[in-house]
């Protein structure tokens, strides 16, 4: 088996007496999508801002490619290649899509960005801005502005933001949050396409999404694993369906 990119171990996290994260260790490997899911208030949230350095933790290491990375900001992280979705709010309105996505390259190379200069103009920011917009399926909108996208052609343009950056491993909190059918349909056949250039670790409660595109899946319950396997085994084991899948789907 191949190492793995990204990998918790033993990470814990409490909030006064609240227990969020207990003594969490599971891996994100190449060419996988790795979803977690849970009942609400289990503690996804709480592991992704750990991962990505919002959240210290209490014990335990993350690592990406074997290097260390609680003793790093988030954006020492991101340059590294941990790679998360933007908020809709972070994207500039009036801003066209290649623009938008062009700043968050800029933002994480580190040069200066001159929005008075032509548009298209430097190749280092134009190039992976447009690779990871076609990546994405809006190679067609790139000029438009974001104000003029639906909701899921936006949720495409985040993802496109942290694709830019050549992450090795991307997570993404809830990308279908919000999104009808077809805008879920369309980012659902996006992210399988993606899976092979970039491991996902994806939290989702769109059951669906995750059935269709995890290789493999954990189960958070009151801030612990306590479940792990394939689409399969995961829908046919008896304590995930008591604990978290109820009725509708036994
Ligand atoms: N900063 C904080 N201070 C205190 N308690 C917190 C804090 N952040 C989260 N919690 C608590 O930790 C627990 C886990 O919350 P978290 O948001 O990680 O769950 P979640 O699985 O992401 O839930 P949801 O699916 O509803 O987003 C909850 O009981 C929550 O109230």
Redesign the pocket.
Known sequence: MRDPILALDGLDKS?GA?H?TRQVSLDLRPGEIHALI?P???????LIAQIAGTLKPDRGEIYLERQALSSLSVAERARLGLGRSFQVSSLAEPLSVLRNVMVGVQAVQGSSYRFWKPIRSDADLVEPALRAIEQMGLGHRADTAVSDLSHGERRQVEVACALALKPKALLLDEPMAGLGPEGSAKLTELLEGLKTRVPILLIE?DMDAVFRLADRISV?VDGEVVAHGDSEAIRNNPHVREAYLGEEAC
């Open positions: 909030f609240l969020a849970g609400n208030g289990a503690g996804k949230s709480t409660h958070l």
